[in-house]
Structures are given as C-alpha cells and as structure tokens.
C-alpha cells in the first residue's frame, strides 16, 4: 500500500508533498500565507489542503521520513 502525506514543515518553512518516504514535491509556508492565496490550478491537488498551519501532517505520517 502506497503511504502518502502533505507536512507543513516548520524546520524548512515549506508545504511537503510526501510519498512512502520520499518528498515528491514542495511549496514555500511565504507562498501560502500570501494574502489571498487559495491554492493555484497548476499545484498538484495534494498541496492545495487550504491554510498554512505549522507542524500539520495530512494523511499517513509514516510517509514522511524524518531525517
């Protein structure tokens, strides 16, 4: 079974796309906060999971390896 999550990481200040324990894709937490964002049609849907919140893991948090 595929392990995937999206980590608003707070040591890297990014929005992490994560599958089976490797980072797939990234955004920065600048971008996100930016008044008015709301996600973008060209960002792959598993980063488009609304506000920035420090520290949140969606989805299964053994997708993301910690290092």
Known sequence: MVKVA?????????REGWVDGKMTMH????LLMSKGFNGHRCFPFQLNVGK???GQIIGDPDAIEMT
């Open 6 to 14: 999206v980590y608003d990481n707070p040591a890297t200040w990014c």
């Open 27 to 30: 955004v920065t937490a600048e």
């Open 52 to 54: 920035w919140k420090e």
